[in-house]
């Protein structure tokens, strides 16, 4: 089975609201080694200028996977995750994520590229807080390989 090239341009219905909390900004800096204390304490983050505790860039990816499942379980995407390798991952910002924030993504399906026997999906996720205001666009590529 090979991946649908008629998947590009879709774009899936928003994911349900994610609250984000500050244990999670806090297990996920430590999961990735974040030493910026305003990851973890909220006076912190405070005097730096935020509401509340930062999330390090990386923690996007959290409310992103929830549009990454989206497009693995559509049956007819022809997505077999076994075969999935993650190729490349970016963030374009409008703000940092922060302690409260209540955020809800949307994916596209930016382009699907054969090469080499292999399949190229790239996936935008549009992610935006409860006001509708754009705070990041998480962008994958994943690599699905083609029968060897």
Known sequence: ??????????????????????EKIREFARAVLASNPVNFDVEAANAAGYADLVAPPTFAVVVQELTLHQLLAEPDAGIDFARVVHGEQRFSFSRPIVAGDELTA?????????LGGHSMVTAESS????????????TSTLVVRGDA
């Open 1 to 22: 089975m090979s991946v649908n090239p008629e998947i590009e341009g879709r774009v899936f219905p928003p994911t349900t609201p994610y609250l984000v909390g500050r």
């Open 127 to 138: 992610i935006v807080d409860a006001a509708g205001a754009h705070v990041v666009t998480a």
């Open 106 to 114: 949307t994916l596209t399906i930016a382009s699907v590229k054969s």
